[in-house]
């Protein structure tokens, strides 16, 4: 949701627009490193019958990688978990997702090897 907007909403009555469980009560950065870690089961068990489906797991690991590219506000620690986290995203699978994960820790300012 867009940050403006979260100071406006209200809790939806209606089960069929609540938020998914696995999206529900995060931050942007937090749910970021969930989704840059999330397995293809979890994905297919988070979002069973999800228009988010359409991204496709590895469209939504690279835009995860993006936000935690471009957030600038975090303490020492959640740098670290950020750092984790996109350093193991450069060991999967899909070439896009390794891109913007190295993409990513370079913005941190943290120099690759062959990067």
Known sequence: MCPWNVKFAQELK???FAAREVLAGK???TLARELLAMSLEEFRVGFKGS???RAKLR???RNAAVVLGNV???SQMEK???VQVLTRALDDPEPLV???ASWALRR???PLSGA
């Open 14 to 16: 209606e089960p069929a």
């Open 27 to 29: 931050d942007a950065r």
């Open 51 to 53: 228009p988010m489906k």
């Open 59 to 61: 469209g939504l690991k």
């Open 72 to 74: 600038r506000t975090a």
């Open 80 to 82: 670290v978990e950020d």
């Open 98 to 100: 390794r891109e913007h």
């Open 108 to 110: 941190a300012g943290l």
